[in-house]
């Protein structure tokens, strides 16, 4: 079975992928808001107190033009709990993407960042809320965005997969024609499980967020099987210690191979697809997700790396 380094697998340029998939979506969104809706994008947060937003409300002008407007807005601090007030360096990016300050008075009160541009500027805002997000309130990732609405364009905060039912059951196979109806099996399950489509970068990775790591899904071109992978530890030091520490896990996983590839570790499963069922998807994906955030943490310490992302807990 071939591992991810030979997929040419590559963290960094799956995250932009996403971003700018993600990106295009959201724009497509902001465009068809009418009759004075909302969208409010969320950002994780590990308290019950408020966490920075970008809120987009389509609003008719009252000028001449009569071109529908979308009022952006930008979480300020007022807004905000106390663990997410923003840091004066936040305060200077803002100001340095085009926010306008919140103000209390004035033609435009309000206690956020905002701009006003039209609807059809909506790629331009989706920009905007994008590095916005990114570069100021530190969200590494589409897939931890946290919708109130709209949750199509987003991945979910957590897992919820069906279990298993108890007793004998039929269950349908289907044998792909090839890699591409066997795709559109993987994301209509995945639907199914999360409630709206996975994200999917181009090279046609499906993620998904699993606390402060995610788990890949790719089909092979042959259409044989499919391949779940995380990077769980990055930037390790000391291989020896590393593959010792690996293979007395590998003696012990039944499901997962862990394996060292240059200074990061993997953990894989390959699922075989021909046929395809889908209560096997289900079940892999599960497994991979108890697996890649059950050990993380605790590799990470043991081999002096770190986690692909912070913990979300």
């Known amino acids: 079975m071939e591992e991810p380094a030979d997929f040419d697998f590559d963290l960094d340029r799956s995250t932009e992928q996403a971003w700018a998939g993600f990106s295009r979506r959201l724009a497509e969104v902001v465009s068809v808001i009418d009759d004075g809706g909302s969208l409010t994008i969320g950002t994780p947060s590990t308290s019950e107190d408020p966490?920075?937003?970008?809120?987009?409300?389509?609003?008719?002008?009252?000028?001449?033009?009569?071109?529908?407007?979308?009022?952006?807005?930008?979480?300020?601090?007022?807004?905000?709990?106390?663990?997410?007030?923003?840091?004066?360096?936040?305060?200077?990016?803002?100001?340095?993407?085009?926010?306008?300050?919140?103000?209390?008075?004035?033609?435009?009160?309000?206690?956020?960042?905002?701009?006003?541009?039209r609807q059809d500027d909506s790629e331009e805002l989706a920009d905007l809320a994008v590095r916005t997000l990114r570069d100021v309130f530190g969200v590494q990732h589409p897939v931890f965005l946290a919708p109130d609405q709209l949750a199509e364009i987003l991945q979910p905060d957590s897992l919820d997969l069906h279990e298993t039912p108890a007793g004998p059951v039929t269950i349908p196979a289907v044998m792909p024609a090839g890699r591409d109806q066997l795709d559109e099996m993987v994301a209509h399950e995945l639907t199914e499980i999360f409630g709206h489509p996975p994200i999917r970068d181009s090279e046609g990775d499906f993620a998904i967020r699993v606390g402060s790591t995610m788990v890949f899904i790719r089909s092979t071109p042959d259409a044989e099987e499919l391949l779940l992978f995380s990077a769980l530890v990055h930037d390790i030091e000391g291989r020896s210690?590393?593959?010792?520490?690996?293979?007395?896990?590998?003696?012990?996983?039944?499901?997962?191979?862990?394996?060292?590839?240059?200074?990061r570790v993997f953990v894989t499963m390959s699922l075989m697809c021909r046929p395809f069922v889908a209560e096997h998807l289900h079940q892999a994906v599960r497994i991979m997700s108890q697996l890649a955030d059950g050990i993380d943490d605790e590799l990470a310490r043991k081999l002096r790396g770190r986690t692909t992302f912070e913990s979300q807990d």
Not at 86 to 94: K, P
Request: with cysteine.
């Open 51 to 117: 966490a920075p937003f970008i809120r987009f409300t389509q609003h008719d002008p009252d000028g001449p033009s009569g071109e529908p407007m979308v009022l952006t807005e930008a979480s300020g601090s007022a807004s905000l709990g106390e663990a997410s007030q923003l840091s004066g360096v936040q305060l200077e990016r803002l100001a340095g993407l085009g926010w306008q300050p919140p103000a209390a008075d004035g033609d435009r009160p309000c206690a956020n960042f905002w701009v006003d541009r």
């Open 241 to 263: 210690r590393a593959v010792e520490v690996l293979n007395d896990i590998n003696v012990a996983s039944r499901y997962g191979r862990f394996a060292l590839h240059q200074d």
